[in-house]
């Protein structure tokens, strides 16, 4: 050995005398041994010693038998580590199936809520905005699960064209997911404003202000991202091939040490998941309230009416106040489903902010197709809460597709001013 590896010799066993007894030598912390090898290189003129440190160190571990310990933390472990590791490797079946019934569902969603008779209502507005934003997470979800989990696994290949995508794929999956946040807050809010103040609602709650609803919820969500745009880059890696050659993997990463990391933290955890769950706990809490009230308030006036024109005047009230509690339980529903997605994220990203790099990486990247999972659901199950919940929406769906299904069998007749314009020589407007 040179004298410049004896005198690193000299250092590393100093080092483990310093430590105590020699099996607390033995698990001496890496990063320690690091820090001491490039202190010492930055001592020396000699340009060659990079070189010099990697067999120093190869020869250090070697001869003194030293069992290098990296820095680990215990978060997250036990046997439901496991069981998410195990969904883990089946999730790219499972979203790919989510996502294509998704996208149907949605899609469907749409059609009946643009409807004549479901779009006059602004609170149908707002489920059709969130559906059009549910149809485009999922479609841009189905891309990014194929190559991820069913081609990258096969091909090990990371290309700069991935790593670009992978970056379009996390800002605008976020973008367009928080915008769904938004109008869902929009939603609990505009039925909470409908029912405490019912006798004003037609001055509250107006198209216009619809609008502006749902024009915010989807500006506000670039503005809230703009620190994970900043904060995540591509990054590069050498790497050998499956034949030794060198070559680049081309990986989508962040810095973790700067103070614009944390703040992307807080950022996400606080204002965009945390601050939205707390407020639709307490709005979803009102209205479990406010439909326990009108039931009892129903059986008051059932128990109390006994003149006729008062029993027709309470069943009239009483239909009004069922499609008014239906409505509201299907919000409800929806509601309480987004809070069951999104409240896990939330506190995962807050934790990961206050117990730094090392919860994020053991717990937030564990959890991470797990939470896919329950937003892709989420976005996908609104039309069956629609259809159990909604009987206005069921008549109309089966008007939509009773109107597909017989216009493909019924002849074209021409109707009495088609036969008119005939007549005159004159040709209808289509």
């Known amino acids: 050995m040179s004298n410049k590896s004896q005198t690193l010799m000299d250092i590393f066993q100093e080092i483990l005398a310093a430590s105590g007894n020699s099996s607390d030598s ?13 202190e010492q290189a930055s001592k020396e003129k000699n340009e060659d010693f990079g070189s010099v440190l990697v067999k120093v160190f190869s020869d250090v571990q070697n001869k003194l038998n030293l069992g290098l310990k990296p820095e680990t933390c215990g978060y997250c472990e036990g046997d439901f580590r496991d069981v998410v590791e195990a969904y883990n490797r089946i999730h790219g079946y499972i979203s790919l199936i989510v996502c294509t019934i998704g996208v149907l569902a949605n899609t469907m969603n749409v059609a ?5 008779d479901m779009a006059a209502a602004p ?40 790593a670009m995508y992978l970056l379009f794929h996390m800002h605008f999956a976020q973008i367009l997911h928080t915008a769904s946040i938004c109008l869902t807050l929009s939603l609990a809010i505009w039925r909470y404003i409908a029912i405490k103040y019912s006798d004003r609602s037609h001055i509250l709650c107006t198209e216009r202000r619809c609008s502006i609803a749902i ?14 745009f900043m ?13 030794g050659n060198p070559d680049i993997a081309y990986h989508v990463d962040s810095d973790s040490q700067g103070t614009l990391y944390q703040v992307n933290f807080w950022v996400h955890a606080v204002l965009i998941k945390l601050l ?14 406010a439909l326990y009230s009108a039931n009892q308030h129903q059986r008051n006036l059932r128990n109390y009416s006994t003149c006729p024109a008062a029993e027709k005047m309470v069943k009239r009230q009483h239909k009004a106040d069922k499609r008014t509690d239906r409505t509201t339980k299907m919000l409800l529903a929806v509601l309480l489903l987004f809070l069951v997605t999104e409240l896990p994220q939330g506190i995962l990203g807050l934790m990961s902010g206050l117990l730094g790099l090392c919860f994020f990486k053991r717990c937030y990247g564990l959890f991470g197709e797990l939470m896919d999972f329950l937003a892709l659901l989420n976005g996908a199950i609104n039309f069956v809460l629609y259809c159990s919940m909604s009987r206005q929406f069921r008549q109309t769906f089966r008007q939509l597709v009773l109107q597909q ?16 314009n005939q007549n005159t020589g004159k040709t209808s407007v289509p």
Do not use: G, Q
Request: charge should be positive; include cysteine.
């Open 26 to 38: 033995r698990t001496i912390n890496e990063t320690k041994i690091l820090s001491v090898m490039k």
């Open 112 to 116: 009946v809520l643009t409807r004549r």
């Open 123 to 162: 609170i149908n507005r707002l489920l059709k905005w969130l559906a059009v934003a549910d149809v485009f997470v999922m479609l841009e979800y189905v891309p990014f699960s194929i190559y991820k989990y069913l081609i990258l696994p096969e091909k090990l290949d990371f290309p700069y064209s991935w």
């Open 215 to 228: 024009l915010t919820s989807f500006l506000l969500p670039p503005i809230l991202c703009i620190p994970t």
């Open 231 to 243: 904060v995540f880059d591509i990054h590069t890696k050498n790497v050998t091939d499956a034949y």
């Open 276 to 289: 939205p769950c707390s407020i639709l706990t307490v709005i979803s809490m009102w209205l479990i309230r």
């Open 405 to 420: 299904n017989l216009a493909r069998f019924m002849p074209t007749t021409a109707s009495h001013s088609d036969s008119h």
